[in-house]
């Protein structure tokens, strides 16, 4: 019984030591071994919520985190100065309609004022918005490349060139959902 104790703590050390890569093909499998890894851990914290594998790490609980940001987003667009309601309360709103008032009909928003205050919101919440994208993915990159890091630290060789290639396509990914967002939002301040 001693033996087989004694064979497996030194079968697990020598499995927890770094790999040499003599070639190409060790590398590559060695890189999908952990890109399979990774996707799962990925698959695991980000879809479907699971903490067990991060149990001590409250970083990578990212549902919480996400709608922590997602919360903190919201306290920002309550408390930003368009939405404060005690200084001029309705004054604008009053003047716009009063600008407006052409047929007049009894209890109907002339339409012209109301695509004018539909449009002063969406300015309001526009300009909160990139910040909101670069909080999100800024988060993610920490958490993909713990990950990695995780899942790569038999294969220190590796380690810089994935933390590289995760971080540039994350910038890439985030690049696309800042000009989508912002695309999105120049649809709603023209659409009439």
Known sequence: MKVNDKLDANVAELKSMPNN????EDAMMAFMEIMGLVKES???????????EYLDEKDMHCTARLVEMLNQYYNELRNCTENNLTTNFLLEELEVLEEAKGIGLQDVLPHTAFSFFLQQKTMAISSKLPSLVVRVWDYIEGVVIQALMQHSENYPQLQSSMRRAASSLINKMK??????????VKMEKFTD
Not at 42 to 52: A, H, I, Q, S
């Open 175 to 184: 690049g696309k959902m800042m000009n989508r967002m912002m695309k999105i």
């Open 42 to 52: 990925l698959r695991k914290v980000l879809l479907r919520g699971e903490l067990d």
């Open 21 to 24: 890569l003599s070639s190409v």
